[in-house]
T-cell receptor
């Protein structure tokens, strides 16, 4: 069974701080995605990374795919209360047609 | 364009009753997924369809759960009979046949079984 382990599970920080969320696996993924979910809503796709070592930026969010395509990180610079939510990583493996989701990281950014 | 549409948004029912959740995927999407989310177990894949055909239902917890996709624009997830442990948020998601597997989620149905 392929697993995606996210860490930390919970993170509570003050506005303006930086943070990094990690997503690790022993399996190689064809692509990896990050989603953000706000209370009462469904997950929303933030980014997809496909190439080992790839770095993508989305405003204050920086996403990196590991060289071996087994892990990924999400770094947020100068976090804002609007960044509060559940962050999920998900990987695609082979031709199964489905994603493997991590258990999520709950981020709370206090003003 | 409208996103994935789910109904109802909230459902409260008594144990033993039948529950039907509905989903309309994004037009042109070939894949449809049903997930269940709880605090304890996170986001779990129940079943997914490709071109209206069920491909993998290994996540369906037991025979009380069934899913259908009669056409490309509609799917249902039925629980009969419902039990309190089925209380969760159920999400429907869809995607195209492209290689990136990018899924688009509906707003979910919050199910409470008393």
């Amino acid at each position: 069974t392929q697993l995606l382990e996210q860490s930390p599970q919970f993170l509570s920080i003050q506005e303006g701080e930086n943070l990094t969320v990690y997503c690790n696996s022993s399996s190689v993924f064809s692509s990896l995605q990050w989603y953000r979910q706000e209370p009462g809503e469904g997950p929303v796709l933030l980014v997809t990374v496909v190439t080992g070592g790839e770095v993508k930026k989305l405003k204050r969010l920086t996403f990196q795919f590991g060289d071996a395509r087994k892990d990924s990180s999400l770094h947020i610079t100068a976090a804002q209360p609007g960044d509060t939510g559940l962050y999920l990583c998900a990987g695609s493996h082979g031709n199964t047609g489905k994603l493997i989701f991590g258990q999520g990281t709950t981020l709370q950014v206090k003003p | 364009d409208a996103g994935v549409i789910q109904s109802p948004r909230h459902e409260v029912t008594e144990m033993g009753q039948e529950v039907t959740l509905r989903c309309k995927p994004i037009s042109g999407h070939d894949y449809l997924f049903w997930y269940r989310q709880t605090m304890m177990r996170g986001l779990e894949l129940l079943i997914y369809f490709n071109n209206n055909v069920p491909i993998d239902d290994s996540g369906m917890p037991e025979d009380r759960f069934s899913a259908k996709m009669p056409n490309a624009s509609f799917s249902t997830l039925k629980i009969q009979p419902s039990e309190p442990r089925d209380s969760a948020v159920y999400f429907c998601a869809s995607r195209t046949a492209g290689p990136l597997y990018e899924q688009y989620f509906g707003p979910g149905t919050r199910l409470t079984v008393t």
